[in-house]
């Protein structure tokens, strides 16, 4: 007969904090949000630490080397998607690590023979206003010149107008020699009135763009996250099935951590996985492992060497695993359990590991309700795939800018590896989707890790350990949801009220 878990699978949704006794020291400003991201012994240090407790998902719609970047620099840390080749997936590994900040590679570039109209399309697809002209382009051809917003009128032009005719050539330009440091690009610019400087290296290619607008976030920001040789930190995610091979290639790029992007992970394929990564490196390589839903999935994990355990089965925005196969739990029940189960392994083995809370989010205090049921970071697909910085098309949609959003149990994403099929998809876990359109990431996450500390100090507590210890949450019911939103009034912004 089937095992019955007693009472009710339950969501972050039917929880809100009490709050308790604030003293003058509780402001946002004194709120460390600093957080383990592998497993430490007791009396000792995580060797990695966020600076925020967030991490993007394994995703192809959400986490390549351009997220990596942004989140770094925050604080937090990109795993890139697996779902690629592994020569792929190493050179964005690459691309983190050889950053060098303010030095922005050119996505947007055309050719000569191309069209104002193709300019047009590209910056509504982008935003970008600033467009690289090469011989064929692409950045492995000669770098021609530049266009720019000032370089036409779309009012006194055709859109069959050639690039040629109005870009900047190259001889026009002041440009930087591959070598230079951002110091000296940053006098440059300011010297010369500039926008925008092209970086040109020994061939004549394109080497990068260094932006007047980008002056002030190229100083030293607290928040970044780095190795020791100063280097933004960046994850990778892996699969079951050629980790063998794929493995190596993300140690050899300079991946940071690893972890295991599957769709359940208490299982012997993560086993196999977990097992090879200790042979053949001991504990110098760090890997998460998951997801799980319950105390047994996560012993399991734990007693066979994961770094960190992530908790979560069906509750992401875009996955439909409960809906197609019935599997899963509910987000906080879940992660009460599992949390519970790291406690006791914990207290009888000296080791604290993780806890990545994957999925379940909605609403930004979401995020606050994970930590104090005892997350230490929470793993986000939608969330960042709304950013200029995801690697998704930004689109138009009834008159409405989107972000293109697609699971990896999609058709689209083809991620047959996570599934732990037979080379395909025979039915779909994820759906393809949109997301609104929010904007940069940065502007947006500081919206998001204020709400976290002012919820911190509603709760008189300055760290996560130290909030843990003070959260006291509440069950909801449905009229408490509504009673807790706006009601019973008219929104301005939704009801067109005009002032007389």
């Known amino acids: 007969m089937a095992y019955f878990y007693q009472g009710e699978s339950r969501t972050f949704s039917e929880y809100l904090l009490v709050p308790g006794y604030s003293s003058a020291e509780c402001l946002t400003k004194n709120?460390?949000?600093?957080?383990?991201?592998?497993?430490?012994?007791?009396g000792e240090e995580s060797n990695i630490n966020l600076k925020i407790p967030l991490v993007s998902a394994i995703m192809q719609s959400v986490s390549d080397d351009k997220m990596s970047i942004a989140l770094a620099k925050e604080g937090g840390i990109s795993f890139i998607f697996a779902s690629q080749s592994v020569k792929n997936q190493a050179e964005m590994v690459k691309r983190v690590k050889n950053y060098k900040a303010g030095f922005v590679a050119s996505s947007s570039n055309v050719h000569p023979n191309q069209t104002l109209g193709d300019i047009?399309?590209?910056?509504?697809k982008t935003g970008h206003s600033t467009v690289a002209v090469t011989e064929d382009g692409t950045l492995?051809?000669?770098?021609?010149?530049?266009?720019t917003g000032k370089d036409y009128r779309v009012s006194r032009m055709g859109s069959s107008t050639l690039v040629s005719e109005f870009m900047v050539p190259l001889e026009k330009?002041?440009?930087?020699?591959e070598g230079v440091t951002l110091s000296e690009c940053?006098?440059?610019?300011?010297?010369?009135?500039?926008?925008?400087l092209p970086v040109i290296d020994a061939s004549g290619k394109l080497s990068a763009f260094v932006f007047r607008k980008d002056y002030d976030s190229n100083k030293e920001n607290v928040m970044e996250l780095l190795d020791s040789k100063k280097r933004y930190l960046v994850g990778a995610g892996i699969n079951t099935h050629d980790y063998?091979?794929?493995i190596p290639a993300l140690v050899g790029a300079g991946a940071d951590v690893l972890c295991i992007d599957s769709s359940e992970g208490y299982t012997e394929w993560q086993k196999k996985v977990l097992t090879f990564v200790r042979n053949k490196y001991g504990d110098s390589v760090k890997i998460g492992a998951g997801n799980v839903v319950c105390r047994e999935g996560f012993r399991f994990l734990a007693e066979n060497g994961a770094d960190f355990v992530?908790?979560?089965i069906g509750g992401g925005a875009i996955c439909i695993t409960r809906e197609a196969k019935g599997i899963g739990r509910g987000q906080a029940?879940?992660?009460?359990?599992?949390?519970?189960a790291r406690n006791e392994y914990f207290n009888e083995t000296g080791v604290y590991i993780p806890i990545c809370s994957d999925g379940g989010i909605v609403h930004d205090y979401h995020i606050t309700i994970a930590l104090a049921i005892g997350a230490d970071f929470c793993m986000q697909g939608r969330y960042f795939a709304r950013f200029d910085e995801s690697p998704t098309n930004r689109v138009m949609v009834g008159g409405n800018y989107m972000k293109e959003y697609w699971g990896e149990g999609t058709e689209r994403a083809r991620n047959w590896q996570r599934y732990e099929s037979e080379g395909s998809l025979p039915f779909e876990e994820g759906v393809d989707a949109y997301v609104p359109y929010a904007g940069s990431l940065n502007e947006n996450l500081k919206i998001t890790i204020n709400k976290i500390k002012a919820s911190f100090c509603n709760c008189g507590a300055l760290t996560i350990p130290e909030f843990q210890d003070k959260a006291r949450l509440t069950r909801v019911s449905h009229s408490s949801l509504i009673e807790g939103g706006a009601h019973d009034v008219y929104l301005k912004d939704t009801f067109g009220a005009q002032r007389s």
Do not use: C, H, Q
């Open 31 to 42: 709120v460390s949000l600093k957080t383990p991201l592998i497993k430490f012994k007791k």
């Open 120 to 124: 047009l399309k590209l910056k509504a």
């Open 140 to 147: 492995k051809s000669k770098f021609l010149g530049i266009v």
């Open 173 to 177: 330009l002041v440009y930087a020699k």
């Open 186 to 196: 940053n006098d440059m610019i300011w010297d010369n009135k500039l926008n925008a």
């Open 244 to 246: 063998e091979e794929r």
């Open 310 to 312: 992530k908790v979560g």
């Open 333 to 340: 029940t879940a992660l009460i359990e599992v949390v519970s």
